[in-house]
């Protein structure tokens, strides 16, 4: 009987902890402003000393990008007495003036590391208050059903009841109660994912130039993949075996800018036609006349148009998230989705090119060099389907 609970106990660790090798931490904030953030309702935050401070407000901060499995790390401290708070993952946007859809993990202080669905806590915390002004540190691991919470390497609580919610893949936000807080060395591993930017100047690990000039593409010394725009082609994954999965990404578009996201393409003929191409685009720029929805950024180029719009001005870092899985593709942008289609609906295309529904369900992954600079980062890639 021992051996068995030793076993599961092992088990259980390892779906918690899941592989990471291939990833590397990434700070969700800066330390200096509040890129990669967005307020949601009534919120007041500010940067204080190189910390992420809560002044105000009922509603909620969240990411611009969304998360299913992770490792997330973060330290955070009350300002006054009676503090309340809370970390939401897997969240919604829906809900005023917090998420209907997603959990909390507690930060009030007589529920220190509650578990919370809606206003009630399915796990609850023995964690005594802590001092108002003292530095907490948590960490939160979410592996699929499976999630452990622990407060100042100490464990809190583990569960198999992460299930709970209909959303596996959802936001990560900081909750506004009228009550200021701290936050620092914010921090996420993704469990599973692989970082494509792996390499030095014009040398990469996971990508190669598949059509077009080799010195159009380099990595500088931010890790930042720049595209000169030199001569046209793209660059891809080495490989044409990409099915399912889920592409997270950062880019920055400069104003008259013209990119894309190529998936699921054989590598031959025009991407947007043989395979498919999301579209990103200074969707504000006079230069491109009159466009129709479907040309826009977050569009399946020529075929689904999204269905809001979801982009900052030209100039600015913003996210894009693609998972596709069968069938099924969902875009967001800066956290929003605004694609969400089942690519067997599509029997007819716009265009003269196969419809949606016939085209491949596997190929490779690529970035297009258009005509003009362009610059990616944090591009990684988790497999849905192996």
């Known amino acids: 009987m021992k051996k068995f609970v030793v076993f599961m106990l092992f088990v259980s660790s390892f779906v918690l902890t899941g592989s990471t090798d291939n990833s590397k931490w990434l700070n969700l904030f800066n330390g200096k402003d509040l890129t990669g953030w967005t307020g949601v309702h009534d919120v007041d935050f500010d940067v204080h000393d190189g910390n992420l401070r809560l002044i105000k407000g009922m509603g909620w901060l969240r990411t611009e990008q969304v998360y299913d499995d992770f490792i997330l790390e973060f330290e955070c401290k009350a300002l006054v007495e009676n503090y309340d708070s809370g970390i939401f993952i897997r969240s919604g946007l829906e809900g005023k003036p917090w998420p209907d859809a ?7 202080n007589d529920m220190l590391g509650a578990l919370v669905r809606g206003n009630r806590a399915v796990l609850k915390s023995e964690v005594e208050p802590l001092p108002v002004g003292e530095w907490m540190k948590f960490r939160l691991t979410a592996n699929g059903i499976n999630g452990k919470l622990e407060l100042n390497d100490e464990e809190v609580w583990e569960t198999d009841m992460l299930d709970m919610i209909d959303l596996q893949r959802g936001l990560i936000g900081i909750q506004a109660e009228n009550k200021s807080f701290e936050f620092r060395n914010i921090r996420i591993q993704e469990i599973g994912a692989v970082n494509l930017l792996t390499g030095h100047g014009k040398e990469f690990e996971h990508l190669m130039v598949q059509e077009g000039s080799k010195e159009a593409w380099s990595l ?10 030199e001569k046209g082609g793209w660059i891809g994954t080495k ?10 990404l950062e880019y920055n578009v400069p104003k008259e800018g013209n990119s894309g996201v190529y998936i699921r393409y054989p590598g031959k003929g025009r991407a947007s036609y043989e395979g498919m191409e999301i579209q990103i685009l200074d969707d504000d720029a006079v230069h491109w ?8 950024t977050g569009s399946v180029y020529h075929e689904i148009a999204p269905a809001v719009r979801a982009t900052k001005t030209a100039g600015n870092w913003q996210t894009m998230q693609i998972v596709a899985n069968g069938a099924q593709i969902t875009i967001y942008i800066n956290g929003v989705i605004v694609v969400d289609a089942n690519l067997d609906e599509y029997e007819k295309s716009t265009t003269d090119a196969k419809p949606l529904k016939e085209r491949p369900r596997k190929g490779f992954i690529g970035l297009q060099n258009y005509d003009g600079t362009m610059a990616f980062r944090n591009v990684r890639m988790k497999r849905l389907d192996k």
């Not at 997603?102 to 009030?108: F, P």
């Not at 500088?220 to 725009?229: P, Y």
């Not at 490989?239 to 997270?248: K, N, Q, R």
């Open 220 to 229: 500088n010394e931010n890790g930042e993949l720049v595209c000169s725009g």
């Open 239 to 248: 490989t044409d075996d990409y099915s399912d999965f889920v592409l997270s």
């Open 289 to 296: 006349g009159k466009l129709q929805d479907w040309q826009k």
């Open 102 to 108: 997603g959990l909390q993990i507690n930060l009030k």
